[in-house]
């Protein structure tokens, strides 16, 4: 019997200790990914607004905030890097300010949140890109935000939040990282030591996402839940 328990806990080690490696290689990743995304969602705006002749120009005006702000950083000390971007933070504030609603101030405010993201402004960043869902909720872009707002709310301890944005995220048809986003939310539900809902979100991903690397953790985590009940 002992022995039998010796290797029961020697596996939830081993299997405990190869997802805890994966997760720490891919955390730049789960953490960058929303930021890529930011230029997807900027080109994805511009192409639905470009008949709009408004639009037009206030996406003009963002661009010329942002191409701005890369030309400063060309070659520059890191207090004028620092300097240049509190000054672009301030410009996108006040373009938010004027136009709270619509496709270039979601993307202004995604902009925004991957500035204060930067900077580790948790929750600057966090209600930046609530705001960026807010001003245009029908676009795809609102559930990158929500996305994007999950993983600051969890920088924040706050894990029901992070629960919460991450469901809206994966409610949008078209979101692309439903896998990785249940992932992260059983992982969050172990967090809050509500195994049935971790096994709950792992139990989907594997039964939806089979070929996908995130299906292979979840069935890694079910198997060390098993063994716990089993202890």
């Known amino acids: 019997m002992a022995a039998k ?21 891919q955390r730049i990743l789960l953490i960058s990914i929303p930021l890529v995304l930011i230029l997807i969602a900027g080109i994805y705006g511009a192409v639905t607004v470009i008949n709009n002749s408004v639009a037009k120009k206030d996406f003009e005006n963002l661009d010329t905030i942002l191409f701005s702000l ?25 373009f938010v300010a004027k136009k709270k609603k619509g496709a270039a101030s979601a993307r202004a405010s995604m902009a925004l949140g991957g500035l204060e993201f930067e900077e580790e402004n948790y929750a600057e960043a966090m209600d930046a890109y609530l705001a960026s869902a807010e001003a245009n909720k029908k676009a795809y872009t609102a559930s990158v935000a929500y996305y994007n707002a999950a993983i600051c709310a969890e920088e924040l301890g706050q894990l029901e939040k992070a629960l919460e944005f991450f469901e809206k995220a994966k409610s949008s048809p078209h979101f692309a990282l439903v896998p990785q986003t249940l992932f992260n939310m059983g992982r969050i539900a172990l967090e809050l030591q509500d195994k049935e809902a971790a096994k709950g979100y792992f139990q989907t991903l594997v039964d939806k996402y089979s070929n996908e690397s995130w299906a292979n953790l979840a069935k890694s985590q079910l198997l060390i839940l098993e063994i716990e009940e089993n202890l």
């Open 70 to 94: 890369e030309k400063k950083a060309m070659g520059a000390s890191e207090d004028t890097l620092l300097q240049s971007i509190h000054e672009t933070k301030q410009e996108l504030q006040a």
């Open 5 to 25: 328990n010796f290797t029961e806990k020697d596996a939830e080690k081993t299997i405990s200790k190869k997802v805890s490696e994966f997760l720490s290689k």
